[in-house]
């Protein structure tokens, strides 16, 4: 599969957010184009990422993942 482009990888969250059941927006725009920029738009690496994430976003009892915890969140997340 090739990598996604920044807005297919955007979509793509939203699509799996709202499969999830998701209700609100849980990541800010800005935070989704960092995810492409730090994953390079390769989908495993998006869904562990975005999942490091919203686990972090939880803990900190943040409702929107924001660029710090997506930065947060690479430094506990293998991307290999």
């Known amino acids: ?4 482009a920044p807005e297919q990888t955007a979509s793509y ?4 957010l709202d ?3 998701a209700k609100a927006e ?12 730090l994953t390079g738009g390769a989908l495993r690496s998006v869904d562990i990422l975005a999942d490091a994430a919203l686990r972090l976003a939880a803990q900190q009892e ?16 293998p991307l290999a």
């Not at 849980?26 to 920029?37: C, I």
């Open 1 to 4: 599969i090739s990598p996604a």
């Open 19 to 21: 499969a999830a059941g």
């Open 13 to 16: 969250v939203r699509r799996r």
């Open 62 to 77: 943040v409702r929107l993942v924001d660029r710090p915890v997506v930065r947060r969140a690479l430094q506990f997340t």
């Open 26 to 37: 849980l990541f800010a725009p800005d935070a989704l184009v960092l995810l492409h920029e």
